[in-house]
């Protein structure tokens, strides 16, 4: 037994034990705090800490907090809750060691402490007690987790050697840092409650109440570090397992759906990502506070709907949290609406004066390479008003399109935007004198070499164009994703329109991308647990990953009636 006198700490022990007896969760989150700076009680206590407990006499102190928490000795189940005991000692190592100023330390330290808090919340009975304590540490976790990837030049010289998974891949402290609260989240999730849905009077009930608070933080980090593809298993945990997302609070809702959507739109699920994003921006609250957030759910709805054929209004430009959006989506808009390709190559190109913001939310390189196929078809639209054959329906004639023609178009608009001076041509009537003079050739910079062949003397750089066998494919491409309608005469290299004489050639051959998107798509969302009024597989009781009980079930060939 320590010599030492410890006043405060056997205060500090006394008062948390009599809130273990009142299963006060809130007062003992307010209660351990762990956030320099202290108040002069803590400082006291952590000075009686430091002198009667000093490094290295763990055993001690975790001796001291066993005899004092007289609460986590014996349930009324007879279990005992030793993990919470282990927990408190280790807090106190905690403040007794943290120095704010060496960040890697603290995040050791911290680390080690959620992990002994994850452990206490395990507890069948009593975890329930210490789970906004679980949350509150989990949020200051991931702040210094996220703080550290940001910031790198901090800990420069402190960095240690990491772990090294057996794949040989890195784990990066973050994402350290998110597999320990998965820990936790799991914890919350595999809860019994009374209740078979774990709700209770509309609300969530016990740990349950904890799921999305944890899995937000998760996914916060692992966005940040540019890990969201380890997100999977949260989103297809809480699909399976999870009570209704409506029954949670606001701030939780739109924070989910914000990451589900932001991990659909990178997973190239752009119709889910859409209807998930269109749900956070709806919840979330339309006033100044939460302006940032709308901005940033709004950023990736625009792209989500752009990709999908569906352009934003005026009006939603107008709005305070679409400030400076139209500058960079229209433009956009406009060449996929109009067939512009020399346009769109330009807007796409990583030189261009906003290519860095988009790769800053990073939907640079789905915008890019998505959006083109629209740029496509509303080519396509536009040869046929120029030079298609538009049909008779008297002689059941087809209304067609040469793909030659076609070509021609693509050939012409790939040039310019290889000429840097295209930009400068105001049109017919409007060229200055000195452009009769200019090459209509690419420059030589535009050529294209492998690198693996750069330098090799038979091979020489060449300008990539369209051929006719690329517009034939490019043409098939549309038609089995729907956007044209038709087929193609290989032998006449001609696209012909089918349905022609019910709703014209335009309409028939060209039919509207969002439209087409949606009836080709599924209203369902993997990972957003819906109420059972709101239809879906997971809702209505079966899903994947789901039990099915079959004691029931008669055998095959046993008719239902007599």
């Not at 769109?344 to 789905?366: G, N, P, V, Y």
């Not at 969302?525 to 997971?538: L, M």
Request: glycine share 6%.
């Amino acid at each position: 037994m320590q010599s030492t006198s410890t006043p405060v700490l056997d205060q500090f022990l006394e008062e948390t034990n009599n809130i273990l007896l009142a299963k006060d969760g809130e007062g003992l989150q307010s209660y351990l705090v762990i956030e320099p700076p202290f108040n002069d009680l803590y400082n006291t206590m952590i000075a009686q800490i430091r002198q009667a407990f000093p490094k290295g006499s763990e055993d001690a102190l975790e001796e001291k907090c066993s005899r004092k928490l007289t609460a986590a000795q014996e349930d009324a189940d007879g279990s005992s809750w030793a993990a919470f005991v282990k927990f408190i000692a280790n807090y106190f190592v905690f403040i007794r060691d943290v120095d704010v100023g060496n960040l890697l330390d603290t995040y050791n330290l911290l680390s080690e402490l959620q992990q002994k808090c994850n452990s206490a919340l395990a507890h069948p009975t009593n975890g329930v007690i210490i789970l906004s304590t679980v949350i509150s540490y989990a949020r200051m976790f991931a702040r210094l987790a996220i703080g550290l990837d940001k910031r790198p030049e901090l800990i420069a010289h402190l960095v240690r050697k990491t772990s090294i998974e057996d794949d040989g891949a890195r784990e990066t402290l973050p994402e350290r840092a998110a597999n320990i609260l998965r820990q936790a989240f799991v914890t919350c999730l595999n809860d019994r409650t009374p209740t078979a849905s774990g709700t209770r009077g509309g609300k969530p009930d016990g740990k349950k109440s904890g799921i999305y608070k944890i899995a937000n933080l998760c996914l916060k980090i692992l966005f940040q570090c540019n890990k969201s593809r380890n997100g999977e298993q949260i989103f297809t945990n809480i699909y399976n397992q999870s009570p209704p997302l409506s029954i949670y609070p606001t701030s939780e809702r739109v924070t989910y759906l914000y990451y589900l959507g932001r991990f659909m739109f990178a997973s190239n699920h752009f119709y889910a990502a859409q209807l998930t994003l269109q749900a956070a921006y709806d919840q979330c609250l339309a006033n100044p506070l939460c302006l940032r957030q709308r901005r940033l759910i709004l950023i990736y709805l625009i792209a989500s709907n752009i990709i999908l054929g569906r352009f934003p209004s005026e009006t939603l430009y107008r709005r305070p949290e679409a400030q400076g959006l139209r500058e960079r989506f229209n433009p956009i808009c406009r060449a996929m609406a109009r067939g512009d390709l020399e346009s769109f190559r330009r807007l796409t190109d990583s030189k261009h004066e906003h290519a860095d913001w988009f790769l800053h939310f990073r939907i640079f390189l789905q915008i890019e390479h998505r959006c083109e196929v629209i740029v496509w078809r509303s080519l396509f639209r536009r040869t046929f008003l120029l030079a298609g054959v538009q049909g008779d329906a008297n002689s059941r004639r087809a209304p067609t399109l040469d793909l030659h023609d076609v070509l021609a178009l693509f050939t012409y608009l790939e040039k310019r935007a290889m000429m840097p001076l295209s930009q400068l041509d105001g049109g017919p009537g409007r060229r200055h004198t000195n452009w009769i003079f200019m090459s209509r050739d690419p420059p030589p910079s535009a050529a294209y070499i492998d690198p693996d062949f750069e330098g090799c003397e038979d091979f020489e750089p060449e300008i990539l164009l369209p051929t006719i066998l690329g517009m034939e494919s490019i043409c098939s491409s549309l038609i089995s994703q729907g956007l044209l309608n038709g087929f193609i005469s290989h032998k006449l290299r001609r696209f012909a329109i089918q349905g022609a004489k019910r709703k014209g050639a335009l309409a028939a051959g060209f039919p509207n991308v969002w439209e087409v998107i949606k009836s080709r798509s599924d209203d369902e969302v993997p990972g957003w647990k819906k109420d059972a009024s709101q239809g879906g597989a997971a809702a209505s009781g079966f899903g994947p990953g789901m039990v099915v009980n079959l004691s029931g079930a008669r055998p095959v060939g046993v008719a239902a009636f007599d």
